[in-house]
C-alpha cells in the first residue's frame, strides 16, 4: 500500500486511513483520538507511522529489507480495498482473499508490539510479586509437598543423571538422593529466600526495560519469515466474508480489526483465541464494515465502535471531531487490559499453585 518505503514507515497504511479522512487542499487529514496526546488533526502521513519501525534503509548492494518486502507484497492491495469499498451493501468477498487482508494488516501493526509489551511487563510483574512472598516461592519451586514436584522435581532428577552413579557406590538409591536434597532444600530455603528476592525483583525490572526491544525484534523476526501466516488466514477463512454499510461513521482502531468469540467477547485480532472466533469486524471507511461471521451474524452497530476503542491501544481515528468520540477516548485500552490480564493470571496460575493472594 502507498507510502511504506522511507524512514517513516506506516504500520497502518496510508491508503486505509484515507477512508476514515476529509481533503483539505491537496491532503487528506483525520481526527486522531489518543491515549495520552489527547485529540489532534494530522494529515495521513504523521498518524499510523514510526521512524524506522520495520528496518533500516538499504545500502548500495544489500538485499531487500523488510520494508521493501512489505511494500512489494501489498502491491496489489491499494486495488483490493478500493475494489471491497465499492461492493454493495452486504455483498460477499471471496473468503480466502479476505482472510489474507486482515490477517496481514493485523501481524505487521505496532498494536501487537504494545500490548504483547503489556502483557510480558504485567506477568514479569507478577512473577516477582509472588516470588516476593516464601510460601508462594516455596509453591512455584515445588517444595510444599511431601516429594519435590514442578521445577525442583526436575532439577533434582537431572542431578541424579548426573551424579546418580557415584552416589550409588556409596549404597545410597535415587529415592533416598532426593530425599535428601528435598529436605536440605526445604531447610535452607528461608535464607536463600532473603537474599534472593531482592535480586530476583531487580532481574524482572531489568527484563521488563527490555521488553519493547525483545517485542520489535520478534515482530520483525516472524514478519520476515511470513508476511501473513497461513495458519491464521486459515483460520479466518473458515468465515463467510461480506461488506456491510452502516448508518453511523465507524472509527479505524490502531489494532485495525476484531475478534467476537463464541461467548460475544471482544479481543483485538492478535490477541484472539482464534478457535474460538465466531465474528471479525474490519472497518474500510467511515461507513463500510468488511465483516467475517460464522452464521452470517451481526454486531449492533451500536456496539461497534465501543469494541473498536476499546481494543484500540494508542489511539483510533475517524473523519469527525465529535463529543461523543471525545468521550469514548477514555474506552482506549480497557479491553486490551482485560485480555492481558486474564492471558496473565491464566499463566501465573500455572505456575503458582493457587495463582497470587
Not at 485529540?39 to 528496518?55: L, V
Not at 491501544?313 to 485500552?333: C, I, P, Q, Y
Request: a negative charge.
Amino acid at each position: 500500500m502507498r507510502g511504506m518505503s522511507g524512514k517513516k514507515q506506516h504500520f497502518i497504511p496510508q491508503s486505509l486511513l484515507s477512508g476514515f479522512g476529509f481533503q483539505k487542499r491537496d491532503r487528506t487529514y483525520v481526527v486522531a483520538y489518543t491515549y495520552d496526546r489527547g485529540t489532534f488533526t494530522p494529515a495521513i502521513d504523521g498518524i499510523g507511522a514510526e521512524r524506522y519501525f520495520y528496518s533500516e534503509l538499504a545500502v548500495d548492494g544489500a538485499t531487500e529489507t523488510l520494508d521493501d518486502k512489505i511494500t512489494n507484497y501489498e502491491q496489489s492491495f491499494p486495488k483490493l480495498l478500493s475494489a471491497l469499498r465499492s461492493l454493495n451493501d452486504g455483498e460477499r468477498v471471496d473468503d480466502i482473499r479476505a482472510a489474507e487482508f486482515v490477517t496481514h494488516l493485523a501481524v505487521r501493526n505496532d498494536h501487537f508490539r504494545k500490548s504483547v509489551t503489556a502483557g510480558a511487563a504485567r506477568l514479569f510483574g507478577g512473577m516477582a510479586e509472588a516470588f516476593a512472598d516464601e510460601g508462594t516461592a516455596r509453591g512455584m519451586l515445588g517444595l510444599i509437598d511431601e516429594r519435590p514436584s514442578g521445577a525442583f522435581a526436575e532439577e533434582i532428577a537431572k542431578m541424579w543423571g548426573q551424579y546418580g552413579s557415584l552416589f550409588s557406590l556409596a549404597g545410597m538409591s535415587e529415592d533416598q538422593f532426593t530425599a535428601l536434597m528435598f529436605a536440605a532444600a526445604k531447610e535452607s530455603f528461608s535464607s536463600f529466600h532473603l537474599e534472593m528476592a531482592d535480586q530476583i525483583s531487580t532481574m524482572f525490572d531489568r527484563m521488563t526495560d527490555g521488553l519493547p526491544s525483545v517485542a520489535a525484534s520478534s515482530q520483525r523476526k516472524s514478519l520476515s519469515e511470513s508476511l501473513s501466516p497461513p495458519l491464521r488466514i486459515e483460520k479466518l477463512a473458515t468465515l463467510e466474508w461480506r461488506v456491510d454499510y452502516t448508518s453511523s461513521a465507524l472509527v479505524l482502531p490502531d489494532c485495525v480489526s476484531v475478534v467476537f468469540d463464541r461467548n460475544g467477547d471482544v479481543h483485538p485480532t492478535m490477541l484472539a483465541d482464534l478457535d474460538e472466533l465466531e465474528t471479525v469486524l474490519m472497518p474500510l471507511s467511515s461507513n463500510r464494515l468488511l465483516v467475517g461471521s460464522r452464521r452470517g451474524d451481526v454486531v449492533p452497530q451500536e456496539l461497534v465502535n465501543d469494541a473498536f476503542v476499546g481494543c484500540s491501544w494508542d489511539f483510533f481515528v475517524a473523519r469527525d471531531g465529535t463529543s461523543e468520540l471525545e468521550n469514548k477516548r477514555k474506552l482506549l485500552r480497557t479491553r486490551v487490559f482485560e485480555v492481558v490480564d486474564d492471558i496473565v493470571a491464566e499463566a501465573i496460575s500455572e505456575a503458582v499453585p493457587g495463582g497470587i493472594a
